[in-house]
């Protein structure tokens, strides 16, 4: 009697930690969907298929005998220019940095490593809002041998993109802050939310700070969940029809019904990228 009363107590605590977590609780029978998986509720992808993808490999000052490890995502503008998230490098220098272009690996060291050289990060990230203007450019060198294949540019959106438009994501990060990241890139397909409901979800969610401003973009299956990026995937790709549109930012935990994930708004950030890049 008392023991099975502990399994039913165990049982809801279990389901209660899962939901918390934001868990995949909806798995598609797909075959490459990743049980438990990474992005969350994605597919394995190959790197042929997202070849502007970069991971953004990061050592501490004080523990130079550790490796770089993935710390976030990245797109390649062009040979010598990423795109990544204010917040991957927020307090660093560039010495810390090493990027990987052309791997399909979280670890490793395939594909092509090259330095980070210069940092440029957004002057009013954080003000107004917070994670208002979450975008950053690093400037590499050696240049990335680009290939049209493995390791390829992507070309910056201009004009933001329609509400239901389905967006692909991807990344080496974890389904929870408490999850394992994935060694292999996982990619998932999301529609675009308008930044009005988008507002309206996060309404409640910390404080008034939390706002979905012009400079941020949503996306996520509305009142179904189960499809986001998460922990280790910021800084990485959101694309639409072969542009870059937004950069992986924040969200409550992630995959949750009622709370889209929230990027970087590559269109409305346009004209400061654009002065960067001129060298201005
Ligand atoms: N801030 C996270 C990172 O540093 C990304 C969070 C994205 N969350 C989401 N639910 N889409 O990797």
């Not at 501490?60 to 390649?76: A, K, L």
């Not at 690093?138 to 910056?156: E, G, H, Q, R, S």
């Amino acid at each position: 009697m008392s023991s099975s009363w502990l399994v039913c107590l165990l049982a809801l605590l279990v389901g209660v930690v899962a939901l918390t977590q934001g868990l995949p609780l909806l798995e598609d029978l797909d075959e490459k969907s990743v049980p438990g998986g990474r992005i969350v509720g994605g597919y394995v992808t190959d790197i042929a298929q997202v070849p502007y993808q970069i991971s953004l490999r990061y050592k501490g000052i004080t523990t130079p005998e550790n490796p770089y490890r993935h710390r976030c995502g990245g797109s390649i503008f062009n040979e010598t220019t990423i795109v990544t998230a204010a917040h991957c490098i927020i307090g660093t220098v560039a010495s810390q940095f090493k990027v990987v272009a052309g791997s399909n690996w979280r670890t490793g060291s395939d594909g092509v490593i090259t330095n980070v050289k210069q940092i440029v990060m957004h002057e009013e990230y954080f003000s107004g809002a917070a994670y208002n203007n979450d975008i950053a450019i690093l400037f590499v060198d050696p240049p990335l041998p680009l290939n049209n294949f493995t390791i390829k540019a992507i070309k910056l959106a201009s004009e933001p993109p329609l509400e239901g438009t389905v967006s692909k994501i991807s990344g080496w990060g974890t389904t929870s802050s408490a999850g394992s990241a994935s060694n292999q890139l996982l990619a998932v397909d999301v529609p675009i939310v308008s930044n009005e409901l988008c507002d309206q979800d996060y309404e409640d969610f910390g404080d008034e700070t939390y706002r979905i401003t012009s400079a941020m973009l949503c996306a996520g299956k509305r009142g179904v969940g189960g499809a986001d990026a998460c922990q280790g995937d910021s800084g990485g790709p959101l694309v639409v029809r072969d542009e870059l549109h937004g950069v992986v930012s924040w969200g409550n935990k992630c995959a949750l019904p009622n709370y889209p994930g929230v990027y970087a708004n590559v269109a409305y950030l346009r004209p400061w990228i654009d002065a960067v890049l001129a060298g201005l």
